[in-house]
């Protein structure tokens, strides 16, 4: 069920932290809701500075990172969203999410950091949602990850975020965009079948890029 600030949207703007077009920051900030990313890209001109859904990858020693930075939770586009989602459940992140090793882990790393980034939004007063196990395991199905192969690749926040906004967000009357996005990066997603689903998705009208 869509909540009530989204669920009357009908334009979206999902823009990922890749660059973007010279002239679309209006189009982005015109948008009823526009979703960001971990640490979000805002440039006034380039890339607007609306933010309504924040993904926040909430494993690993990037979460880490933000948790002990307090300018971090300071930044416009974590102040400004009314929803964080946090891709990976901890059920995901137990199961196939890299242990630190034993040197790592005596020096305060792990890898799933959901309990504290929960607590932390908590206190700011923002809504958080967890994805659940079986929309992660639906979208490794959709990018071929074999099951062999879960826990050394894993689907980027950003096609997290595109799938959940097509299959969450959507209605007839919802036109979604996307921007931002290079399709290329951390060796462990399959940034090629990521792109692949897109582009089917733009062929069969779902999402368009924003040009």
Known sequence: MMDSFSDQAKRIVIVGNGPVATGVAHLIDSADLVVRFNEAVIDPSLTGNKTDILFLMNSGKSMQAR???????????????????????PSIVKQYHPRPNL????????ADWTAETLKKLEAMGKKATIL?????????????IDTDDLNKVFPSSGFLAIRYAIETLRTDSTQIEFCGFSWQGWKRHSWGNEEHWV???VQQGRISPLV
């Open 67 to 89: 948790l002990q930075t307090p300018s971090y939770w300071r930044e416009p586009f974590v102040q400004d969203a009314k929803e964080v989602i946090l891709p990976y459940h």
């Open 103 to 110: 040197l790592s882990r005596m020096k305060g790393r792990k």
């Open 132 to 144: 659940s196990p079986e929309f992660y395991y639906e979208t490794c199905r959709i990018l071929d």
């Open 199 to 201: 582009d089917e998705q």
